[in-house]
């Protein structure tokens, strides 16, 4: 089991709710998963609209995003992480009103530095976008910290309320260098 998203290896229940919160504010469907790929769907509306009235791109980068990271960490081992460190997306046609489906791949995991890609389709089949992401595996002290909550302070950044339970009580204050912050504020 991969316990980072509590997905079992050989998959996960039809139709659940992307586990991230960015998955939950975009209402993002997490309908398959397994050892290196994940589909996650998404109903396109006016809601998610840019200026000129089609799919804002950015949610095409995050439909991408999601289901290439689900893929990616279910390559990873016992104790290690991942952050993306390259996203490319190709953007093949306008979208307006559609239910979409990125279907996201491992091409090569590698022992520090994998590649995945994920292509999203339309409920016509239509091929709507390509995405590719370069990830780079974390291990033992780079992997600290790296869960919701948690955030690993730059020298002289301070964190005024920041990482509370409720927004602005008892702000976390000022962080030193290499340190890692888990406000808990109970």
Request: proline fraction near 5%.
């Amino acid at each position: 089991m991969n316990e980072s998203l509590n997905l079992p290896e050989n998959g996960v229940p039809a139709r659940r709710e992307f586990p991230a919160p960015i998955g939950k504010l975009l209402d993002l469907t997490l309908t398959a998963s397994g050892t290196g790929r994940a589909t996650v769907e998404f109903r396109a509306s006016a809601r998610f609209a840019n200026p000129m009235g089609t799919l804002h791109g950015g949610v095409l980068c995050d439909i991408a995003d999601a289901a290439m990271g689900v893929a990616y960490s279910s390559t990873l081992a016992e104790g290690e992480t991942f952050t993306t460190i390259e996203l490319k997306i190709n953007f093949l046609r306008p979208v307006w009103n559609a239910r979409l489906r990125g279907e996201a791949m491992v091409v090569r995991a590698g022992k520090m530095v994998g590649l995945v890609e994920c292509n999203i389709f339309d409920e016509k089949e239509r091929l709507v976008a390509r995405a590719s992401s370069t990830c780079m595996r974390l291990r033992g002290r780079l992997a600290e910290g790296r869960e919701l909550g948690v955030l690993v302070s730059r020298p002289g950044v301070r964190f005024p309320g920041l990482l509370t339970k409720t927004p602005m009580s008892k702000p976390c204050g000022n962080v030193q260098r290499g340190t890692v912050l888990k406000c808990t504020n109970t």
